[in-house]
Each structure stands twice: as structure tokens, then as C-alpha cells.
């Protein structure tokens, strides 16, 4: 069983082909990335997993399950979760609120008008432990726009992990983070159990190659190159399609 | 027999000034992206402008053009140092435009008071004229081919000239068009200016059919909005066939059931909205 | 510190009619209470939602219409307060379906329609509606036998209408479906990767306003013993959303200043001031161009929020 598969995935927009016959699969635990350059096509493929877009050909399956047809407001049930390279949290709530809000999304709870929020203890208390898990627990009520960029980059992936997802997709999670930040990013990622099938895009090599176990190339929508990171690393037409940029 | 022969023409009188009136709404909504809430209130401006200019001594046709270039010389105030400062915030925009149709209508209450005010009929364009066997005034007829005229000359205007083409750039992708160095905001006052214009000279047109009074401005405006929500924004072919299109709906929606003379109009405009949200004509919003 | 502010405040409100000096300012008060519960519920869309309406008033006017209608068939106040306020819950449906097929701009330009053709049936189809004349009923409710004709009465039942909004508002806001809400307003795509129904929690909060609103329609119908077209045409909706926005939104204070500050603009200060339209043009530009955080909807918050300092500097969002 693999954890999630793609199979021949296609996507225009007008006449521009931005997935292209992408065919993936991610074995459960495994630590994929996701690399090519601008315009590769890479945030589309997933918005296309997480159901922000509706592919025009293909399949994507989650645990072997067909989830082309679920709606993008249902795949998080089943077990994606995904961050956003361009940060997407609630800048007028505290730390420990968006996570709230997070858990909240699975829960039925969302629904009820009548109950105070603030006083939905086991639920404020799993807030707090997963921030203990980016090491934010300190922030927990700070508002979110009164902290640094790499402390809301740790936010969004509470966010994420907060859903207990199966499947985590990291959307360029080190961009625009110094090097000590990226150091406390890569150690939150690598922390995760296994239980967890991470695909990560990056476009920094550095931190990323460390991460992955296998590496897919994209080019121009196409998979380019797939196999172990050293088979990647090792082929010629990867050193043309990044010296090339 | 007779009773359609009348309100077909009606209609198409009634069309013609309509498109005198969108024109500009769809120019503006297409361009800047915002339904001008003001846009009625410079429809009434300008033939209550006119009223006074007629009354110091002034032909009608020159009041026409100089109430018109007065309520232009107004809208490019307004967008140039009010719209301006909200751009991006389209909503904030249009908010705007519905507080200044308040001013504005308040402000012609107190100059011209409540009483309404006719516009003679010109000179040479008085009488009737007959089509079909049936004598129709003349200056209705005449509505029509004025509207023709200006929809020849818009036409020219965005077709033939380079500000027409920057224009239809900007309707296009206002973004692109920024891009290639057009200047945008420039663009914004000329194009609000020209739609001012177009809807004060429409005021004064309609001024011999529908005289001006309080309120007029509540009334042209909805019109419009439905004219340019079938039409599509920013088409000129849109306008000018959701003119006719309503002009038709309207008088033929109040011969037939005139319990439901706003919904006959507001009811296509509505199912456009939902199904299509471009309009007949537009360009699929982003 | 705030107990004390807000009990101060309901011993002030209860005691109302005995400090106010005089009738007319008890019937003024009357009005503000439920035109603040009319931009409470407005303000549950334009505030909590970030859905910015220029129809309400049809649901509005469409209580008001449907109680005098049902009170002029001969039947008793609870029947009317009913069959007015279903009526409006099933017309808030029918709106929020339509209005939610856009977004933005396009959700206030259905929403204008949709009050349009309220109005426009209002109006005109005169068999129903009687037209400009309005329709004119007798009598208030008497609720356990106690008589609500007297401008006291009258306020003190409006008030208990009014706290009881209020209090459902503040229990809304607290909840987590309130907060499902203000989620929708803010990040409505970040919502919708976290598993909300982002077009049913919109419907919901629709349905909310729509109510809360029919409330005060109804109110309005017993306060005026009349209802006329001019309280569903475009200034109407328009008055109610400057009720929102002068006041702050996303509060519930906010509407309820807004309120006060408009009613007393229209009836204390229209005595002084002739130009009450252009008062109230004037408000709402100098609102909307100064004071942004008046008005809420995503387009000018997300401005400022995208301006700020710490913008990313990986920038390309394509991938």
C-alpha cells in the first residue's frame, strides 16, 4: 500500500500545460522531496493533492483510496495536512487560538454555537502540547502578528501537525528563514515519527538534501528524474536543469 | 397592433438613452472593476446643471456638453483625489460612490429644491414624426440615433485610438497593462471623467422625456446596473444590447404585469449574476 | 472593571424612561434598540463573516410586511411573530444561496439585487403590498396580558428583545462556530485546507443575520404600526450597514454605537440639521476613506496585513 499515489495527473490553465502526466508514489513513513525549478510546477501538484485544484486528468489515491472526486474541505479528515509557502495563519489571534483553530477543523465541535471556546479545556490543552512540539509553547499567547517570520514558519507547521495527519505536505518551509531558523525547522521536521509520510518542496538545496530520502525532479510540469537521493544527486540531468537557472 | 408598435418604439427610445447612461457605467465597472454608485447621481446632476444653464440663456445642446464637462470636472475630482487613495480596496470604492450619490442628491435638493423641473424639448426637434403609421415625437426618435452616434464614436474611440487601446488593455488585465507601462491610474481619472461626462450629457438628454426631479438618480441607477450586469462590463456591444434588451423588458414588463415591473428587470439581472457572473458579454472574471 | 461599566449600563437602560425627559426620547430610544439589533444582525455577516450586505433590508422589510399581512388576516401576535420570523428565515435561506454564488463584490451586487426586487415588489405589486401606502396595522402584542401601547411599555419590551440579542450575539461570538466564522473572514482558503465547510458556515451566519434582522422588522412593524417600501429601498440597507461601520465592526458594541449614533443623527439632529443625506453621505466617505478598521471586508484589511514589514523574501509563489 502506498501512502499517497498520483497517477498520470494533468492540469492546464488556458493553453498553459502546468502538470504534466505526473505520476507519484510515496511508501508510508517515507521522506520524499520535491524539487525543480520556478515555475516547475511544484505547489500545483500539490494543491492538486490537497484538492485546491481539480486535476483535468489523473488520479490521486491516499492509503490506496480514490480521493480525485473528495473535496478539498474533506481530505484533511482523511488525513492531509499541508503547509503554505506564502504564510496563511490568522494574524489577529494568539498562537495558541490558530492551533485551536486547527484542531477545531476536525473536530464536530466547529459547528456548535452555544458552548464558550475559550472553555474547552482537553482541546486548548492538546493546542498547547502541540506548540510544545515547534517549541513555541512560551508564545502560546502572544497575538500571531507580534511574532518573527521563523516563529510563524514553526506556526504553520503546527497548524499542520496539529490535524494528526497521515500524509504532511511542506510547502518550501525553510524559505526566507536564516540559518539558525532553518537548523530549528529542519530538527522539528526530521523529529517526526514515522507514523507520518512527509513530500516536502524546496528549493534550497542545502537544508532539503539532508531531509530526503527519495527526490522527484520536476521540469515544466513533467517528473523529470525520480529515484534515491544519491541516484538524484548523481545524474547529469539534474546539474542541467539547476545550472541552467 | 398599435399598442406594441408604441411600446416597441418606446423601448428602443428607452434603450437608446439607457445606453447613453451605461456606456460610461460599464467603461468605469469594467476598468476600474467597481459599479460607480454615483453614476445616477451624475445622470442627475447633469440635467439639473442643464436646467440652470438653459434658464441663464444657454442653448440646449450647449448646456448638454458644458453640464456634462462640469459633472466630468466633478467625477474626476472625486476619483482622482478620493477613489485614488482607495485603490485596491474595491469595495471600500464602491462604499464611497453610494455615500457621495447621498451628498450629491441632498445637495441637488437644496439647490434646485424638491419641485420637479422640465427641459424643454430643443428647437427643430419638436413635433412628431410617423413610423408605422403612427406618429411618435420626434425627439424620442431622435434619442435613438444620438445613442447610435455616441455608440459609433465610443466604438471609434476604443478601437482606433491609442487611449481606446490602452483602455481595452486595462479592461483586459489591469495588472499586465501596468506592466507594459501604461499608466493606470491616469488611465482610472480619464476613463471616470469620460463616464461622468457620458452619464451628465445622458442627464441632459433625457431631460426633454423625463424631466428632473428628486429621486432620478435612485431610479437611473439600478437601470444601469442591470444594463451592465446582462451586457457584461466594459463591452460596449454589451451595453448597447442590454440597453435595448431592458429598454424592452421594462416597457413591455409594465404594459404586461405592472405588479412586477422591477422584478421583470431585476430578476434576469439576479439569474445573470448567479449563473454568470460575467454578464452576456464580459470576460470570465479571475 | 467591565462588570461594573455593563451593569452600570443595564441599570441606566432599565431605568431609561424615568431620566430620559420626556416621551419622544423614549420612543427614540425605542427605535435605537431595535435598529441596533437590526445592525447586530447585519453585523454577524458584514463584521463576523466579512460578507458586506446592501439587501438586508429586504429581510427587513419582508418580517414587517409578512406580520402586518398575517395580523390583518385576523390573527394573534404569537401567530405573527412566527409565521413573520419563518417567513424571513426562508428567505434568508433563499438569499444566502444566491448572494454566496459570489464573493467580494459580487456577493453585495446579488445582494443589492435581491433588495431590489423586494423593493421593487414592495413597490409595485400593490395587490399584496399596497404600493407607496404601505400597510397599516392596530395594536401591539400584550404579552401576558400586559399592555404594550404606551411608549414605556413598548421600550422596556424592546429592551428585553434587546438584551436577549445581545446576550445570544455574545454567546455566537464566543462559540466555536463564532470563531468558525471570523475564520471564514479571514483566511476563508486556509479554513477550507483545515476542514471547515467555509460555504456552510457562511449559510449559517446568513441565516443568523437574516433572523436577527426579522427580529427587528417585526419590532419596527409594532413601533410604527405601518410599513411602507421605503424601508426596503437601497438607503435603508445602506443606512444599516453605516450603522455597522460607524460603530466598528466585529464588535458587538460597534453596531450598537452605530446605531445610536444614526437614529439620533436622523431624528435629534434633523432637527438642527436640514441636510440629513448628506450628513450621512459625508459619514460614510469620511468613515471608509479614514478609518479602514470602520469597515472590515477582506479587501482592506488584507492591504494593510500584505504591507507589513516582515514580508517573506522568498517571494515566488509559483512553483
Same mark, same amino acid.
Given at each position: 500500500m502506498t501512502a499517497l499515489a498520483v497517477r498520470d495527473l494533468d492540469k492546464s490553465f488556458g493553453g498553459l500545460?502546468?502538470?504534466?502526466?505526473v505520476s507519484l508514489a510515496v511508501e508510508p513513513g517515507e521522506r520524499r522531496l520535491i524539487i525543480g525549478p520556478n515555475g516547475a510546477g511544484k505547489t500545483t501538484l500539490f494543491n492538486l493533492i490537497t484538492g485546491e485544484l481539480a486535476p483535468d486528468r489523473g488520479a490521486i489515491t491516499l492509503f490506496d483510496r480514490d480521493?480525485?472526486?473528495?473535496?478539498s474541505r474533506r481530505r484533511p479528515h482523511l488525513g492531509i495536512a499541508r503547509t503554505y509557502q506564502i504564510i496563511t495563519l490568522f494574524?489577529?489571534?494568539?498562537l495558541l487560538r490558530n492551533v485551536t483553530l486547527s484542531l477545531l477543523?476536525?473536530?464536530?465541535?466547529?459547528?456548535?454555537?452555544?458552548?464558550?471556546l475559550d472553555g474547552q479545556r482537553a482541546l486548548i490543552a492538546r493546542a498547547r502540547e502541540v506548540l510544545e512540539r515547534v517549541a513555541l509553547e512560551h508564545l502560546?499567547?502572544?497575538?500571531?502578528?507580534?511574532?518573527?517570520y521563523g516563529e510563524r514558519r514553526r506556526v504553520e507547521i503546527a497548524m499542520a501537525l496539529a490535524q494528526n495527519p497521515r500524509v504532511l505536505l511542506l510547502d518550501?518551509?525553510?524559505?526566507?528563514?536564516s540559518i539558525e531558523e532553518r537548523r530549528d525547522v529542519l530538527r522539528l521536521v526530521t523529529g517526526i515519527p514515522r507514523d507520518v509520510t512527509i513530500v516536502m518542496i524546496e528549493h534550497d538545496m542545502d537544508v532539503a538534501l539532508d531531509f530526503a530520502e527519495r527526490i522527484t525532479v520536476l521540469h515544466f510540469g513533467e517528473v523529470v528524474i525520480e529515484g534515491t537521493r544519491a541516484e538524484v544527486v548523481a545524474h547529469p540531468r539534474t546539474r542541467e536543469i539547476y545550472l541552467g537557472e | 397592433m398599435n399598442v406594441w408598435v408604441v411600446l416597441a418604439v418606446n423601448s428602443v427610445t428607452l434603450g437608446g438613452l439607457l445606453f447613453l447612461l451605461s456606456a460610461g457605467f460599464s467603461l468605469v465597472f469594467g476598468l476600474m472593476?467597481?459599479?460607480?454608485?454615483t453614476h445616477g447621481s451624475f445622470f442627475m446632476l447633469g440635467a439639473y446643471l442643464a436646467t440652470s444653464l438653459i434658464a441663464a440663456g444657454f442653448g440646449f445642446w450647449t448646456a448638454a456638453v458644458v453640464g456634462g464637462l462640469l459633472v466630468a470636472l466633478f467625477g474626476g475630482i472625486v476619483e482622482r483625489f478620493i477613489l485614488r487613495r482607495l485603490a485596491g480596496a474595491e469595495l471600500a470604492q464602491v462604499l464611497v460612490t453610494l455615500g457621495l450619490s447621498f451628498m450629491v442628491a441632498d445637495v441637488c435638493l437644496m439647490v434646485w429644491t424638491g419641485d420637479p423641473i422640465r427641459i424643454a424639448t430643443p428647437d427643430g426637434l419638436r413635433g412628431a414624426t410617423s413610423v408605422g403609421g403612427v406618429g411618435f415625437p420626434t425627439y424620442r426618435l431622435a434619442v435613438s440615433l444620438i445613442a447610435v452616434v455616441v455608440a459609433a464614436a465610443l466604438w471609434a474611440l476604443l478601437d482606433r485610438t491609442r487611449l481606446g487601446a490602452m483602455i481595452r488593455a486595462g479592461v483586459d488585465d489591469a495588472e499586465m497593462a501596468r506592466v507594459t507601462g501604461i499608466r493606470v491610474s491616469r488611465l482610472f481619472t480619464i476613463v471616470f471623467c469620460l463616464g461622468a461626462w457620458l452619464a451628465g450629457v445622458a442627464g441632459v438628454i433625457g431631460g426633454p422625456i423625463l424631466s428632473v426631479y428628486p429621486g432620478l438618480d435612485g431610479e437611473m441607477l439600478p437601470l444601469a446596473l442591470v444594463v451592465v450586469i446582462l451586457g457584461g462590463s466594459g463591452s460596449l456591444l454589451g451595453s448597447l444590447v442590454g440597453s435595448f434588451v431592458v429598454g424592452f423588458l421594462y416597457n413591455f414588463g409594465q404594459a404586461m404585469f405592472p405588479e412586477l415591473a422591477y422584478v421583470v428587470l431585476f430578476l434576469p439581472m439576479l439569474i445573470v449574476l448567479v449563473v454568470?457572473?460575467?454578464?452576456?458579454?464580459g470576460r470570465p472574471a479571475v | 472593571m467591565k462588570r461594573i461599566a455593563l451593569g452600570a449600563a443595564l441599570v441606566g437602560l432599565v431605568t431609561l424612561p424615568t431620566w430620559v425627559g420626556g416621551t419622544y426620547y423614549v420612543n427614540i430610544a425605542s427605535q435605537i434598540l431595535f435598529y441596533a439589533i437590526f445592525a447586530l444582525g447585519v453585523n454577524v455577516l458584514?463584521?463576523?463573516?466579512g460578507l458586506v450586505s446592501l439587501g438586508h433590508a429586504g429581510l427587513f422589510g419582508i418580517a414587517a410586511y409578512a406580520g402586518a399581512k398575517i395580523l390583518g388576516g385576523g390573527h394573534g401576535h404569537l401567530m405573527v411573530a412566527l409565521v413573520a420570523l419563518a417567513t424571513t428565515l426562508i428567505f434568508s435561506a433563499v438569499f444566502a444561496v444566491l448572494a454566496l454564488r459570489g464573493t467580494g463584490l459580487g456577493f453585495v451586487m446579488i445582494t443589492v439585487a435581491l433588495g431590489q426586487i423586494v423593493w421593487g415588489v414592495a413597490y409595485r405589486w400593490i395587490s399584496i403590498?399596497?404600493?407607496?401606502n404601505g400597510v397599516t396595522i392596530t395594536g401591539r402584542p400584550a404579552p401576558?396580558?400586559?399592555?404594550?401601547?404606551?411608549p414605556r411599555s413598548f421600550y422596556w419590551a424592546t429592551l428585553l428583545v434587546f438584551l436577549l440579542a445581545v446576550a445570544s450575539m455574545a454567546v455566537f461570538v464566543a462559540s466555536p462556530f463564532g470563531a468558525s466564522v471570523r475564520g471564514t473572514r479571514d483566511q476563508p482558503r486556509r479554513m477550507n485546507a483545515l476542514g471547515y465547510n467555509v460555504w456552510m458556515i457562511r449559510f449559517l451566519a446568513f441565516l443568523l443575520s437574516g433572523f436577527w434582522s426579522g427580529v427587528a422588522g417585526l419590532l419596527f412593524l409594532y413601533y410604527n404600526q405601518f410599513v411602507s417600501p421605503q424601508a426596503v429601498a437601497l438607503t435603508a440597507s445602506a443606512e444599516a450597514l453605516l450603522m455597522v461601520i460607524s460603530g466598528g %465592526?466585529? %464588535?458587538?458594541l460597534g453596531p450598537i454605537t452605530g446605531a445610536f449614533l444614526v437614529v439620533i443623527m436622523k431624528n435629534v439632529a434633523s432637527a438642527y440639521i436640514e441636510r440629513w443625506n448628506f450628513v450621512l453621505g459625508a459619514i460614510f466617505v469620511l468613515i471608509v476613506v479614514f478609518m479602514p478598521e470602520g469597515l472590515v471586508p477582506g479587501t482592506v484589511r488584507l492591504a494593510r496585513w500584505t504591507s507589513t514589514a516582515w514580508r517573506p523574501r522568498a517571494v515566488q509563489p509559483t512553483a
Open positions: 500545460r502546468v502538470t504534466s502526466r480521493i480525485t472526486r473528495v473535496p494574524p489577529r489571534d494568539t477543523g476536525l473536530s464536530s465541535l466547529r459547528w456548535n454555537p452555544l458552548a464558550r502560546a499567547d502572544r497575538p500571531l502578528g507580534q511574532t518573527s518550501e518551509p525553510f524559505a526566507g528563514l | 472593476k467597481i459599479p460607480n454608485l454568470r457572473p460575467q454578464g452576456l458579454f | 458584514a463584521g463576523y463573516a403590498t399596497n404600493g407607496d401576558f396580558g400586559l399592555s404594550l401601547a404606551s %465592526t466585529a %464588535t458587538l
